[in-house]
């Protein structure tokens, strides 16, 4: 589904409606066909998500989102996509805003011709970028509306984190949380060049101060982090309506105690009942087994141990100009 398909749509008043209900079949039908591929590994996961309005918010801006293909072709070359989002705006144009870039990031993701996940990602990115930023400069009532995105994709033994904004990813592993991204806000920058320490940061006037966000600006610059895959780990991706509130011990704890709903339900009850700041959305994602099918693929690359490092992350933006 185009942009120009959704603004085609119009509320009663007149007024372009971007947020129209889409079909999941007809969203698919016109993604790349893929060619005859067997994966060598596939992940077998449990997965649960759960998003909560808060105690203060009127409306919910966080949205998240998740697609796992059951075809050998595509888990092969794309393998399975979670995200969430956390959109500003005020007044609709964050929910707007989060919607959009899930709805963009996923079927770009897909529809991609390149075959390396770390490029066809970071190509989504942009799109979204490109989509949101392109609907709040058409209409008026919707200028500085943005989003948070932070993007999973789980691809045979390896993971693909796409981070813009302050949203997380975290990691638990032989019993150790380790927050993946990095935050990209004003605080956390301050923390990390020295300037603020994590207890100023947390008292800090400026601590909702984002300084990247999706559709914020014609440009965007995600950073991108690879990981391997193994048995036992489980992903937790959140808005800040969760961290705000929960310490990532406490995540730890809840989130490899309990199987994946029920561990979102009492990560986001917890948050709620600790203040409910903000709109609070999380998702859970277990790797149960990495089973190997009949017929494996042909050997690929051996996955990443560690993030990617600051210099692997600009060749990848150079490849857009970036």
Not at 41 to 68: C, H, Q, S
Not at 216 to 232: I, K, N
Not at 282 to 301: C, F, K, N, T, Y
Request: hydrophobic residues 40%; aromatic residues 6%.
């Amino acid at each position: 589904m185009t942009l120009d398909n959704d603004l085609s749509e119009q509320q009663a008043g007149g007024e372009p409606e971007i947020t129209a209900k889409f079909s999941r079949d007809e969203l698919v039908m016109g993604w790349r066909p893929r060619g005859p591929a067997t994966p060598r590994v596939i992940p077998v996961v449990r997965m649960a998500a759960r998003t909560d309005l808060g105690r203060v918010r009127e409306n919910n801006e966080d949205k998240f989102d998740w697609y796992e293909p059951e075809d050998p072709s595509i888990l092969a070359v794309r393998g399975s996509f979670y995200a969430v989002a956390d959109g500003m705006g005020g007044h609709a144009a964050g929910q707007i805003a989060s919607e959009l870039a899930l709805k963009s990031v996923l079927a770009t993701y897909y529809d991609s011709p390149n075959d390396d996940i770390a490029t066809s990602l970071l190509e989504a990115v942009h799109a979204a970028n490109e989509t949101v930023y392109g609907v709040q400069v058409m209409i008026p009532e919707r200028q500085g509306m943005g989003t948070t995105l932070t993007a999973a994709v789980l691809a045979e033994d390896r993971v693909f984190v796409a981070q813009v904004g302050d949203s997380r990813a975290y990691l638990i592993r032989d019993g150790e949380i380790r927050q993946v991204t990095f935050d990209h806000s004003w605080v956390a920058e301050q923390v990390r060049l020295g300037a603020l320490t994590e207890e100023e940061a947390e008292s800090s006037p400026y601590r909702n101060v984002i300084t990247r966000a999706i559709g914020t600006q014609p440009t965007v610059d995600p950073d991108l982090f690879v990981e391997s895959a193994r048995p036992g780990d489980v992903w937790v991706l959140c808005s800040d309506g969760l961290t705000g509130h929960v310490e990532p011990g406490e995540i730890r704890h809840i989130a490899s105690g309990q199987c994946p709903a029920e561990a979102a339900r009492q990560l986001v009850e917890l948050a709620c009942a600790r203040g409910g700041r903000d709109n609070i959305t999380v998702l859970v994602l277990s790797i149960r087994d990495l089973a190997v099918p009949e017929h494996p693929g042909e050997q690929r690359e051996e996955a990443a141990t560690e993030p990617v490092p600051e210099q692997s992350r600009r060749g990848i933006k150079r490849l857009f100009g970036r």
